[in-house]
């Protein structure tokens, strides 16, 4: 059952769609346009989207969701990446949409080159906002670097959920996601390999939290080499933003890249 605001298919829509055991806050613009599907970053909610879709305007069609615990979505006994996937699954099939422009931000950035990687015929092209980087902390020494920041920041993540930036999770909880993601991030570089499908890489500049300057940009320097190899990824643009401001700064780069995927001939489904 999903319980909704207005008409979906005629105007904005803004409801719950249920999946699993939770239900996800999702709004849908409508209208004909292109549809476009907005994924979050690992603990934000999605209104850091709001200046990029401003920019695009009515000649796309915007979906944007809250992941599990995260802004207006219900909590879950199940945070994983594989919950994660499924989740981007049950919008689309609530919304309707069909052949998606994905645009991810760090934690939805891996989630997107993901889900089109199991769903090539189902994808029209990725934007990859600062994310979706072969590279990873790994291993014991690499859990238990995040494993500590995490642990240092469980007094600050209430006071960050109210601005959309943390999640309705332990530290721990918050801990094993990252964690996951490190892993996954690692592995990458087969999934980019193989990609059939367009992705534009937008690239932060600079430090991220728990991580600095000099690891940040050798992470954005693992993407060469699959550049290298596949045509079909490329970087539209490396801005001065940081990680945590690029959707706030830099989001005319983000819509740049947008319109260029929107401007290619439409994929043949597989």
Same mark, same amino acid.
């Given at each position: 059952?999903?319980? &909704?605001?207005?008409?979906?298919?005629?105007?904005?829509? &803004?409801?719950?769609?249920?999946?699993?055991?939770? =239900? *996800?806050?999702?709004?849908?613009?409508?209208?004909?346009?292109?549809?476009?599907?907005? *994924?979050?970053?690992?603990?934000?909610?999605?209104?850091?989207?709001?200046?990029?879709?401003?920019?695009? $305007?009515?000649?796309?069609?915007? !979906?944007?969701?809250?992941?599990?615990?995260?802004?207006? &979505?219900?909590? +879950?006994?199940?945070? +994983?990446?594989?919950?994660?996937?499924?989740?981007?699954?049950?919008?689309?099939?609530?919304?309707?949409?069909?052949?998606?422009? !994905?645009?991810?931000?760090?934690?939805? %950035?891996?989630?997107?080159?993901?889900?089109?990687?199991?769903?090539?015929?189902?994808? #029209?092209?990725?934007?990859?906002?600062?994310? %979706?980087?072969? @590279?990873?902390?790994?291993?014991?020494? $690499?859990? #238990?670097?995040?494993?500590?920041?995490?642990?240092?920041?469980?007094?600050?993540?209430?006071? /960050?959920?109210?601005?959309?930036?943390?999640?309705?999770?332990?530290?721990?909880?918050?801990?094993?996601?990252?964690?996951? %993601?490190?892993?996954?991030?690692?592995?990458?570089?087969?999934?980019?390999?193989?990609?059939? @499908?367009?992705?534009?890489?937008?690239?932060?500049?600079? =430090?991220? *939290?728990?991580?600095?300057?000099?690891?940040?940009?050798?992470?954005?320097?693992?993407?060469?080499?699959?550049? /290298?190899?596949?045509?079909?990824?490329?970087?539209? =643009?490396?801005? /001065? &933003?940081?990680?945590?401001?690029?959707?706030?700064?830099?989001?005319?780069?983000?819509?740049? /890249?947008?319109?260029? *995927?929107?401007?290619?001939?439409?994929?043949?489904?597989?």
């Amino acid at each position: 059952m999903i319980t &909704s605001t207005s008409n979906m298919s005629t105007s904005t829509w &803004s409801g719950m769609v249920p999946v699993d055991d939770t =239900a *996800l806050a999702v709004t849908d613009t409508g209208g004909p346009g292109r549809p476009l599907v907005y *994924l979050n970053g690992s603990y934000a909610d999605s209104s850091p989207w709001r200046p990029l879709i401003g920019a695009l $305007g009515e000649d796309y069609r915007h !979906i944007t969701f809250d992941e599990r615990a995260r802004g207006k &979505s219900k909590r +879950s006994a199940d945070y +994983s990446f594989e919950a994660c996937l499924r989740d981007i699954d049950a919008v689309l099939a609530a919304t309707g949409v069909q052949r998606p422009l !994905i645009v991810g931000w760090s934690y939805g %950035a891996l989630l997107a080159v993901h889900w089109a990687d199991r769903n090539p015929d189902r994808v #029209a092209g990725v934007v990859s906002v600062d994310g %979706a980087m072969p @590279y990873g902390l790994t291993g014991a020494e $690499g859990e #238990a670097r995040i494993r500590k920041l995490f642990h240092r920041m469980r007094f600050l993540l209430p006071l /960050a959920r109210p601005m959309g930036l943390a999640a309705r999770m332990s530290a721990d909880q918050h801990a094993e996601v990252n964690i996951e %993601a490190n892993r996954l991030h690692a592995a990458l570089a087969p999934v980019l390999h193989r990609a059939d @499908y367009p992705v534009r890489y937008v690239l932060a500049t600079g =430090a991220n *939290l728990g991580g600095g300057e000099d690891e940040m940009e050798a992470v954005r320097a693992s993407l060469n080499p699959v550049l /290298a190899a596949n045509p079909n990824l490329r970087v539209s =643009a490396k801005v /001065a &933003s940081n990680h945590s401001h690029i959707l706030r700064k830099d989001f005319r780069a983000v819509a740049d /890249a947008v319109r260029d *995927l929107a401007a290619l001939p439409e994929r043949k489904a597989i």
